[in-house]
């Protein structure tokens, strides 16, 4: 089930909801609920996959039973264990990733095979699961009740694509009792959440995505693209996926917020960023930290080589690419990535003056207009059917095609359209520019110096009916468009 | 508190207010003429919106019809299901045929009709572009609506197919669309195409244009300009689709009727300037295997037949007028007959000898492994004595067809196949 379905918003969302706060007085059986909602949450579309987040879940927190002793010390087997652990969740995550890679087949002996699909939502339950263990590990948190682990894994908002939820920022908030009552003060900003962020998926990238279908499956068709055709396409598929994760974003964290839980921000304006290294800053920042954590730092990426920063780099973005799916463009996509942060590290050892925070404005800008177009020149391997579309594709946006024939491949071009969606992303405030009065309001921390600088301004959220009925209204236009509706991106990852 | 609650019951109540506004809106105007009892007139004319295989599929749900008639276009103007040789106890029957529709989308409305209603009787009119591999699905087909999954189990959309009706902006869109519409019907309550005016058309023109925009875009369609016509044994190929609806139907027990459309010889001239009349050749045989080896192994006693009605006969080989004035007979253009022709297709078909309808012997083959050849040696004769007596306009289709495609690359089919490996 996804959060832009009838399904979810008519029905699953308000009933969940309000049986939960019906029976909130008993924790046990409240829990109980949420869990077991979002057992069926992801269990809508293959309920035999739900068995695989099962196993998951006991063969984990069995592990996370063996790990933290009563001393604060880990022993060694615990380390064991934790080391175990972690390999089991990358063994099964790897073996689902490598069978949707062979269409969901495996080959058993020679004649016969074994189908399997990719189970939803395991990604980002596996690096939970690896996080929970290593908080575990270091003593960060402790080993919580197995209905409340359950809940911490696999509660709805947030496993589908994110955030990573580090385990005592949920049972922090868990464990007070106003968790278990309605917070009025929450709930709207938890619609406006949920109505920006459908309004971003369902209106914003879900139309654009047309347009970026037509020129990759024309030049995967074998057309030869001209070189608007080729940009428009490109420029498309950069836009639908910059809406749709930050759509899903904004989603995530309503719907969490109706509950009574806050949850990390995950994007933050990645196309205003002025370098690659600042965008992997604001794209799906916790999966960001997590790839830093847990496989940049251990491999000796934080040291004062430049030659092992670099090694490092190529590793983490090659995993990440790999992550995505065993493709080439994936892999590809991966280690461009990790090429581009390699020379934008070098940039900055050669010329940290150049980083400054002052910097002219038209410096910033363009800056900001080499990494966008860096980012979209990449994003085509990574939307490419095959390395040979891809390189179609640059060809064309480089304007090196010799056979092309203007007006014959009938692609669609939206620019009206993109130059819209250029001025959102670069000029428009982002969700939490928006919400910056609320969640300063909850917590005096959560908010920069600039970004309260800016809660006296004109665009910046209020809990009123003005803003009730303008929310009200982009909920509307998306609900108009549900049908036409495409999964999150993200999701199938 | 206090303002969390105004923020809270001024956006429900917008939300509501507005859905409820729309929804009413769309249920009143109806544009996809769901909300009321279907006309018991299937000649009732009546307005269906340009999103037809939304509207088409949404109508089907209403009105599960127990025959239908499947294919592009051609099928869709010309095959009325109200035709008498069509049994009188299968009742309602429907024009499914939707325009550019590929034997993906076939088979899929194919599935969704079953999944509405146990069909009794299907009529399937074949194109050859339909079974082209690189012929685009359209734009606004959506699985959504389709009641059943890709292996035909019926599948529940109750959502779905409430909201698409009332509360979407494509019902917005066809309800403004219908309202402005002043009354013009486009179809009969029967899914039958009503055609356009033709007063001003420029007959000439429209032949003769029709047969190049066939190529351009139907045979060689946009984006990859490419025909390459695939084995049923290939994964996703029109011919597997077309072997699966076959095999569902006739274990189903579904009497269906196949029939090759009965094409002007423009188009089969068309065929020949691009080089594609031996893929033509080879797409008959291949449909004649299929249809073979359905009915050995799932049909021995009851046979699937395959009509074809193309090629050079006294209906599809009618004269194109010198003046521009002079109307065609038969046809629209190149492509699309009319319904008086199309009842003669039936006639063939179901066997009538209706008294006011002059038919011709020559006008429809049965085809099969035992005939195949000869048939197609037949036709090859057949245009020898054709071209002699259209040299001139055949020539002027050469040079229209020859100037439009100077620009598209050839492309070498086995390229396709190799990819896969």
């Known amino acids: 089930m996804g959060f832009n379905s009838y399904a979810f918003i008519f029905l699953f969302l308000p009933f969940v909801w309000t049986l939960f706060y019906l029976i909130a007085r008993t924790k046990g059986p409240a829990v109980l609920w949420l869990v077991g909602a979002s057992f069926v949450f992801y269990a809508w579309n293959d309920p035999l996959l739900i068995s695989v987040m099962g196993v998951s879940l006991l063969v984990n927190y069995a592990f996370a039973l063996k790990m933290k002793p009563e001393s604060t010390e880990l022993s060694t087997s615990g380390k064991r264990f934790f080391l175990l652990g972690v390999t089991l969740n990358l063994a099964l995550l790897s073996f689902f990733k490598l069978a949707a890679s062979y269409g969901g087949h495996y080959q058993i002996a020679f004649e016969s095979s074994l189908q399997v699909g990719f189970p939803l939502a395991l990604s980002f339950l596996t690096f939970q699961q690896i996080l929970f263990l290593s908080e575990l590990k270091n003593g960060n948190t402790e080993k919580p009740r197995f209905l409340n682990y359950c809940l911490y894994m696999i509660f709805f908002p947030q496993l589908l694509a994110g955030p990573l939820v580090k385990p005592q ?49 024309a030049a995967q068709a074998g057309a030869v693209l001209t070189t608007g055709e080729a940009w428009s396409g490109a420029l498309s598929f950069s836009f639908q996926i910059y809406f749709d994760l930050s759509g899903y974003a904004d989603m995530a964290m309503g719907i969490a917020l109706l509950f009574g839980l806050r949850l990390p921000w995950n994007f933050n304006s990645p196309y205003k960023a002025d370098s690659l290294i600042e965008f992997w800053r604001r794209w799906h920042i916790t999966l960001s930290q997590f790839a830093r954590d847990f496989i940049y730092i251990p491999l000796g990426g934080s040291k004062n080589s430049f030659l ?60 900001r207009f080499a990494t966008f177009i860096s980012l979209a020149l990449l994003w085509v391997v990574f939307r490419a ?55 300063s309001s909850i917590d005096p921390t959560h908010s920069s110096k600039a970004e309260k600088s800016i809660s006296s301004a004109k665009y910046v959220w209020r809990c009123n009916e003005y803003w009730a009925a303008f929310l009200a209204m982009l909920f509307i236009v998306a609900l108009l468009q549900l049908p036409e509706s495409r999964e999150f991106i993200y999701i199938q990852f | 508190m206090k303002d969390a609650t105004k923020f809270i019951f001024v956006f429900t109540l917008c939300v509501l207010q507005v859905l409820i506004v729309i929804g009413a809106l769309n249920w009143f105007v109806d544009p996809y003429s769901i909300h009321r009892s279907p006309p018991e007139n299937p000649r009732q004319p009546v307005w269906m919106s340009k999103q ?114 009332l509360l979407s902006l494509n019902a917005v869109t066809a309800s403004q669309k219908k309202f402005f519409a002043r009354r013009k019907e486009t179809h009969w309550a029967n899914g039958l195409e009503i055609p356009e005016e033709t007063g001003k058309r420029d007959w000439r023109e429209a032949m003769l244009g029709s047969a190049d925009g066939y190529v351009t875009r139907l045979l060689l369609p946009p984006p990859s300009h490419r025909f390459c016509l695939e084995d049923s044994s290939t994964p996703g190929s029109a011919l597997g689709r077309l072997e699966t609806l076959l095999r569902t139907a006739a274990t189903d027990g579904t009497d269906i009727r196949l029939f090759i459309q009965p094409s002007h010889a423009f188009l089969m001239e068309a065929l020949q300037a691009t080089g594609y009349w031996d893929d033509y050749e080879i797409w008959e045989r291949k449909l004649v295997a299929l ?121 070498d089919c086995a390229r396709l196949r190799e990819s896969r490996f």
Not at chain 1, 324 to 339: K, P, Q, S, V
Not at chain 2, 123 to 141: C, I, Q
Not at chain 2, 310 to 324: C, H, V
Not at chain 2, 384 to 393: F, G, H, K, N, W
């Open chain 1, 385 to 439: 059917e095959n390395i040979d579309t891809a390189l179609s594709m640059w060809k064309s946006m480089a304007g090196m095609q010799t056979n092309v024939v203007t007006g014959i491949n009938n692609i669609k071009i939206g620019e009206d359209r993109l130059w819209f969606l250029a001025v959102l992303v670069w000029l428009a405030p982002n969700s939490r520019e928006w919400m910056v009065r609320f969640f």
């Open chain 2, 291 to 411: 249809i073979e080896k359905i009915n050995t192994e799932v049909l021995p006693e009851k046979k699937i037949l395959l009509w074809d009605f193309s090629g050079y006969n006294t209906f599809t080989a009618e004269a194109l007028a010198k003046d521009s004035t002079t109307a065609m007979k038969w046809y629209w253009d190149t492509g699309h007959y009319k319904k008086d022709l199309g009842d003669r297709v039936q006639d063939r078909i179901f066997g009538l000898n209706p008294p006011d309808r002059e038919g011709s012997e020559d006008f429809g083959v049965l085809i099969d492994a035992n005939n195949i050849d000869s048939h197609l040696k037949s036709i090859a004769e057949k245009r020898s004595a054709y071209l002699e007596t259209q040299r001139e306009d055949i020539q002027e289709l050469k040079t229209r067809i020859s100037n439009s495609t100077k620009n598209i690359p050839s492309y």
């Open chain 1, 308 to 367: 092992m920063q670099g090694i490092c780099l190529l590793s983490v973005m090659t995993l990440t690419g790999l992550w995505h799916g065993a493709g080439i463009t994936f892999i590809a996509w991966g280690i461009l990535h990790g090429f581009f942060l390699i020379v934008n590290h070098a940039w900055r050892r050669i010329s940290p003056e150049k980083v400054s925070a002052d910097q002219a404005v038209w410096v910033l800008w363009t800056k």
């Open chain 1, 169 to 217: 920022h949920f049972f922090q908030q868990f464990a007070d009792d106003k968790f278990f009552k309605i917070r009025w003060d929450f709930i709207p900003a938890g619609l406006t959440l949920i109505a920006l962020g459908l309004f971003k998926k369902v209106s914003l990238a879900d139309p654009i995505a047309r347009f970026a279908d037509s020129a990759f499956n």
């Open chain 2, 52 to 165: 037809l295989r939304i509207a088409k599929a949404l109508y089907v749900r209403k009105l599960a019809p127990k025959g239908i008639v499947l294919g592009a276009s051609t099928a869709q103007l010309a095959i009325d299901p109200s035709h008498p040789g069509w049994d009188n106890e299968i009742q309602p029957r429907y024009n499914l045929a939707l325009p550019g529709a590929n034997m993906y989308e076939n088979l899929r409305y194919y599935q969704h009709a079953r999944a509405n209603a146990p069909l009794q009787k299907v009529l399937l009119g074949l194109d050859f572009v339909a079974f082209n591999h690189f012929t685009p699905l359209s734009d606004d087909f959506k699985e959504g609506l389709i009641a059943s999954d890709k292996e035909g189990n019926i599948k529940s959309s109750f959502l779905m197919k409430t909201a698409m009706p």
